[in-house]
């Protein structure tokens, strides 16, 4: 059993800044890639960022320069500071990760339970 397990979402103006963190816990042996996605209202979910375990990082265009991705590899955590929030930055904000349960055995992708952020005045 593998859980991620997100927290740090809620109510902020725009311009505010908020910081998700999320856990992966359970039966793990390695983590490969872990990222963030959101999903709008009305819309398909999105990556917001990625970050490989050797911390190279990718971010969509629309927070390049506002968020920030991070992970600590020894406690099996990802975070994202998001800084000078929009309105339009209001979604469901989802931890994923890739992870092998064993020895030899392929990565597979989990997500998290999805944590509301809202941005408004």
């Known amino acids: 059993q593998v859980q991620l397990v997100e927290s740090g979402g809620g109510l902020v103006q725009p311009g505010g800044s908020l910081r998700l963190s999320c856990a992966a816990s359970g039966r793990i042996f390695s983590i490969n890639a872990m990222g963030w996605y959101r999903q709008g209202p009305g819309k398909q979910r999105e990556l917001v960022a990625l970050i490989t375990n050797a911390g190279s990082t990718n971010y969509a265009a629309s927070v390049k320069g506002r968020f920030t991705i991070s992970r600590d590899n020894a406690k099996k955590t990802v975070s994202l500071q998001m800084n000078t929030l929009k309105p339009e930055d209001t979604a469901v904000y989802y931890c994923?990760?890739?992870?092998?349960?064993?020895?030899?055995?392929?990565?597979?992708?989990?997500w998290g339970q999805g944590t509301q952020v809202t941005v408004s005045s």
């Open positions: 994923s990760a890739a992870i092998s349960q064993a020895d030899g055995l392929g990565y597979l992708h989990y």
